[in-house]
């Protein structure tokens, strides 16, 4: 699976752009705050539906403008072609697949699978859960709509309760509806905790060697899911028995929104006890056993895009990194050219104004 061409309008700070890539590296270069991250996104975009940075879709659109396009084209057992319009007021994003228009986001899952990779991923060990938690959705969500599914009547139901919560304190006789809240929080709460414990089950075994490979075997990573129950019939008494606390709160302070990841090096709490050193190392060792992950379970290797990565990592794990995503196509942004050329080669484009030279 690869990217072969990028077609933007009105996205960001680009008026009109096209861009073809190779299946192997692709490194976009230049001075910061010209472009190169947005091209990254744009791709993001259109592999999930939104931007990995971007609280609104109408902060994408070039000022001025009332619209914007996006186009990719991608290479797979066949040829497949995304298409995004944002629009600034008055219209919802519309996107195409194959030039035919999808309703749901999960049509969209899978026909382009992506791997973003940035500095602050490589804080993931020293974040709070909720980065640790987008990490497992943005992930699953491409890799299973099941679980797309699961999430997204999950927080519906999340948002509903907690609104509830909040007049409750106003009109006592609302307490007895919390119940019809509950149930789909069970229901959907516990699909979402099997399939994150199978991931991080999976996703554990191929960090655990990758680190090794790293530190030489130094070091063992282990990684462990941390929920707070196991099955529905649980969820829900725990539920209904901090039923009176979440309607002081106004909000729910149980269930899989609270769900986190715990990182161990050697037994230790790597994020508590371990080196910044430590700490990046089983960042890298996590991100690229995603990828290895995502291989397996499709049978197709996702694009990886790679946002000034080197600039945080040292020699050693600079030149692991290449070699491992050896044969995947990887888009390359970084500010310095010298340097990483050495290492990964491939075809070079600079970025300048919003424009490619």
């Not at 992930?139 to 009547?153: D, G, I, T, V």
């Not at 990573?221 to 028995?241: D, S």
Request: hydrophobic share 35%; net charge positive.
């Amino acid at each position: 699976m690869w990217v072969k061409e990028l077609s933007l309008k009105d996205f960001r700070n680009f008026e009109d752009i096209h861009v073809n890539l190779e299946n192997g590296m692709n490194v976009l270069y230049g001075d910061n705050a010209n472009g190169k991250t947005n091209l990254l996104e744009a791709i993001y975009f259109c592999a999930t539906g939104k931007s990995q940075r971007a609280g609104q879709d109408r902060e994408l659109i070039r000022f001025g403008k009332k619209e914007s396009h996006i186009r990719v084209s991608v290479a797979n057992d066949v040829k497949r072609s995304i298409d995004v319009h944002l629009f600034y007021e008055g219209r919802k994003k519309g996107i195409a697949v194959d030039k035919m228009p999808i309703k749901n986001l999960s049509q969209l899952f899978g026909i382009l699978l992506v791997i973003v990779f940035t500095p602050e991923d490589l804080r993931i060990i020293k974040a709070g859960p909720a980065e640790r938690r987008s990490f497992l959705d943005l992930e699953l969500c491409q890799l299973s709509k099941s679980y797309y599914h699961a999430l997204k009547q999950y927080h519906k139901a999340l948002k509903q309760r907690n609104n509830l919560l909040k007049k409750i304190p106003k009109d006592k006789s609302l307490q007895d509806t919390l119940s019809v809240w509950d149930e789909p929080l069970c229901k959907y709460g516990v699909q979402i905790m099997s399939h994150r414990s199978v991931f991080i089950d999976e996703i554990a075994a191929c960090a655990k060697k990758i680190h090794s490979d790293i530190t030489g075997g130094r070091e063992t990573l282990c990684l462990a899911y941390k929920t707070q129950v196991t099955e529905g019939e649980q969820y829900k008494i725990k539920l209904q028995k901090s039923a009176e606390r979440d309607i002081i709160l106004g909000s729910t302070a149980f269930g899989i929104h609270k769900d986190d990841i715990l990182f161990t090096v050697d037994a230790n709490d790597v994020r508590t006890y371990g080196s910044q050193g430590q700490q990046r190392t089983a960042a890298l060792s996590v991100k690229l056993a995603e990828l290895e992950l995502v291989r397996q379970r499709t049978g197709h290797a996702p694009v990886l895009l790679l946002d000034d990565i080197f600039s945080e990592l040292d020699d050693k794990r600079q030149q692991f990194l290449v070699n491992y995503i050896n044969g995947t196509q990887t888009i390359l942004t970084c500010t310095g050219m010298e340097g990483v050329l050495k290492k990964v080669g491939g075809k070079i484009m600079k970025m300048e104004n919003g424009k490619l030279k």
